[in-house]
């Protein structure tokens, strides 16, 4: 059960919104982008239904999710929509607003020193950008 009121919850919906640019309610949930996510098999919840979530309000456990941060933003979701809603955007609102919470997916000295050593230094960047 969330602890959130209702009122806290349309404004973190809003919030959302804001930040990916996107109507969340604009999905009817046909499918399409979840079944053209090359990453869908990886999460734990699938794409349209992180979107169905959210508009039911349960946006605490969206945001508990592991899903945004396996996206690939990749956009196969937006090109197959056919309402147009680009899930890439929303995922990343997702990300942002946990990075923001001060809840990011990995921290820097979490990561493995032989890692640093082979990935090129404009991967770490990159991927703490997404991340962190």
Do not use: H
């Amino acid at each position: 059960m969330s602890t959130k009121t209702k009122t806290e919850i349309a404004s973190m919906i809003k919030r959302i919104e804001l930040i990916s640019g996107e109507s969340l309610f604009k999905c009817y949930q046909c499918g399409k982008c979840t079944a053209g996510c090359v990453m869908a098999d990886e999460m734990d919840i699938s794409p349209y239904k992180v979107i169905r979530m959210l508009q039911l309000g349960l946006v605490e456990k969206a945001l508990k999710s592991e899903s945004m941060w396996i996206c690939a933003a990749c956009f196969a979701c937006r090109e197959r929509c056919p309402k147009e809603v680009d899930l890439a955007k929303i995922m990343e609102a997702l990300r942002v607003i946990q990075i923001r919470e001060g809840k990011p997916l990995i921290e820097p000295d979490q990561v493995d020193d032989k890692v640093i050593e082979e990935m090129p230094q404009q991967g770490i960047v990159s991927g703490f950008r997404k991340y962190n």
